[in-house]
């Protein structure tokens, strides 16, 4: 167990399913995951605290390895500061880790890469056990086709056909290092992991290789899509119920816990 700081900067790892929020982000009239957290934090510091996470994910997105960041004068251990902090928050929103950091980490700007992963239930009938935790695809998808369209994607390059409207990042570069379409069973699973992400990217990067495993679009079709930097060029915005938020990772210096295989649902 680390000790206790007289002053100092703490990580933690948070778990949490997204249905009941609006979002990340600390919502004046909504329900937040940051707003829980940050109130459920206030009290075990008995002062208002702030909290910083690697990436903001939207209403109904999930988090299996969000990573943030706070600071607090409070005298708390590590253990102290994760079962307290657990007590006071709602069940759909869990600390997994808590541990002192260095004055200069930063959950967000210290990251180098995000992971996310988009789960498909493709089956001819709905699941109530998957619902809020997949999007539901009836028809056949072809994972392979998928897989193979999704390569034109990796390496960094302009992203603008499948960012939001609205995305605020003054530039629609990123680098893709991984990108891979699976099936096991009746899901088909997109995994990508990048330095950074677009507002919306993952989803409608998912919207449009649906478009490919529907057999509607050709493989081709997302390097032309990717190409033409036009977002009305691309696929739908999948549903936010199938995207979870599974892995950051940080120098090693740092010292952040690695993250655990991601379970599928």
């Keep these: 167990m680390a000790a206790a700081q007289a002053t100092g900067r703490w990580a933690a790892g948070v778990e949490y399913r997204g249905t009941a929020y609006a979002g990340w982000q600390l919502q004046r009239h909504a329900p937040s995951v940051q707003g829980e957290l940050q109130a459920a934090l206030s009290k075990v510091a008995d002062h ?3 909290v910083f996470a690697a990436g903001r994910t939207d209403a109904g997105v ?6 943030i960041h706070f600071d607090s004068p409070a005298r708390r251990s590590d253990h ?3 079962l307290g902090t657990n007590s006071g928050l709602p069940p759909d929103i869990a600390l997994r880790w808590v541990q002192p950091v260095r004055a200069d980490f930063h959950a967000r700007h210290s990251a180098h ?3 996310y992963r988009y789960l498909i239930h493709n089956a001819r009938s709905r699941s109530a056990l998957l619902h809020g935790r997949s999007a539901w695809v009836a028809w056949n998808l072809d994972a392979a086709a998928m897989d193979l369209a999704a390569r034109a994607l990796l390496g960094e390059q302009d992203f603008s056909a499948f960012r939001d409207a609205e995305c605020q990042s003054p530039t629609p570069m990123r680098r893709v290092h991984q990108i891979a379409v699976w099936r096991k069973d009746d899901l088909v699973v997109i995994d990508i992991r990048a ?3 677009l507002h919306h990217m ?5 919207g449009s290789l649906i478009e490919v495993g529907g057999g509607r679009r050709p493989v081709r079709w997302i390097a032309e899509v990717l190409a033409s930097r ?11 119920c199938g995207l979870y938020f599974v892995d950051v990772r940080y120098p090693a210096e740092f ?5 655990p295989a991601f379970w599928l649902p």
């Excluded at 993952?202 to 998912?206: K, L």
């Excluded at 036009?230 to 936010?240: F, H």
């Design 230 to 240: 036009q977002r009305i060029l691309a696929g739908m915005n999948a549903p936010a």
């Design 202 to 206: 993952v989803r409608n990067i998912a």
């Design 255 to 259: 010292a952040i816990p690695g993250t």
């Design 113 to 115: 890469s995000r992971a």
């Design 80 to 82: 102290g500061w994760l």
């Design 62 to 67: 999930h988090g299996f390895a969000q990573v």
């Design 195 to 197: 330095n950074a992400f």
């Design 48 to 50: 208002p605290v702030e």
